[in-house]
């Protein structure tokens, strides 16, 4: 939803800014705005594309900066209220590893998720911390 604005006002820029007294841009100010703009349209899509894909095997995080394969062996627990931004899987290595992708502005969505995931590895798991 963002993304448009972003690029409609790239546009504008370069369709209504006259150069005048007050506004001179000469190209490294108009390729410093794509490059501003290219950097926001970059993040919006990797917070887009953040995801908590389940399988049999395990679970693949994608965050917006990594994205980490854990096998549902390696989790010893998965964190979750209100207080919390997102969900958290305690690692057995003793790390633990968010999950943007279940947060708490989603509500009950996010709890129903958060349960889902816990069960998925109480099933499939079995790790105990070290």
Do not use: C, H, K
């Amino acid at each position: 939803m963002l993304a448009p604005v972003i690029v409609a006002s790239l546009i504008a820029l370069f369709v209504f800014v006259r150069p005048n007294a007050a506004t001179v841009l000469t190209l490294s100010d108009y390729l410093l705005m794509v490059v501003f703009a290219g950097a926001l349209l970059v993040i919006l899509w990797r917070q887009g594309t953040v995801t908590a894909v389940p399988d049999r095997d395990g679970i693949t995080v994608r965050n917006l900066v990594r994205t980490t394969r854990v096998a549902w062996n390696e989790v010893v627990s998965v964190r979750f209220s209100s207080d919390r931004a997102w969900a958290q899987l305690d690692l057995a290595d003793g790390e633990q590893l968010s999950v943007m992708a279940v947060q708490s502005a989603d509500g009950a969505q996010a709890r129903r998720e958060a349960q889902r995931l816990a069960a998925l590895a109480e099933r499939f798991g079995g790790a105990r911390e070290r």
